[in-house]
């Protein structure tokens, strides 16, 4: 599956998980090391800053001292109303096995760049509108159909799940523990809601397994950053 990381999530440049994503979008790719230590390509706010998608109805607001690892401009923008159409965004059409899918990517970043750092938490918020696809649980079933399928020496499998409820909208959360062969494993959160019709927003986190309070602060930090409008 074609994700970004933003192009979303998916992905732009963040953890090994995403090097497949970024190989097919010719993004680039990178050992897990690379994948954290991206000074020179990552940008460090001095202050929170809030990108909009006026036709997905979202903002999702950065952190203050957060890395901007990359960000969709022709599908985000710093002005709220600035994008008002799927005409007005640089879509991502791909095929998954018998899916037909539209790939919406906006935004990637974390907040560290080091691998050493066990507090590592690397966001990238995407929206996908899959054919045949009509609700969350569906949109699922495609999701891990590619997530859950052995890569590059990595098995992914889902550790646990909840449906929580965000500003005022309900989420499907999935934890997914990345096993990679000789290699230091890695956790994955996943937040999946519908967003317009046909649409559906995808917040996806990678961290490593002993930061045990990574769960809490991504939904704080969803929670806190994340409008709909």
Known sequence: MKRILLAVCICISMLTGCNKIMEELGLGTGSADEGYNREENA???????AYYNGFLGISYSIPGNWWLYGVNEDNTSESSGDI??????????????SYDIQYVELLSFGNVKQSTNDNHLGFEVSAEYVDGVDSTAAFMQYFEEYML????????ALTGSDRISINGKFFELR?????REGDDDYKIITLTCPVK?????????????????????????????????
């Open 43 to 49: 940008v460090k706010l001095n202050k929170e800053t």
């Open 84 to 97: 008002t159409s799927d005409t007005s965004m640089a879509l991502n059409y791909f095929q998954f096995g």
């Open 149 to 156: 399928e052995p890569a590059e020496g990595t098995e992914y």
């Open 175 to 179: 934890d997914y523990l990345a096993d």
């Open 197 to 229: 019709e046909g649409y559906f927003l995808n917040i996806y986190v990678d961290y490593w397994p002993n930061n045990t309070k990574a769960q809490p602060a991504i939904l704080d930090s969803v929670s806190r950053n994340l409008k709909f409008y």
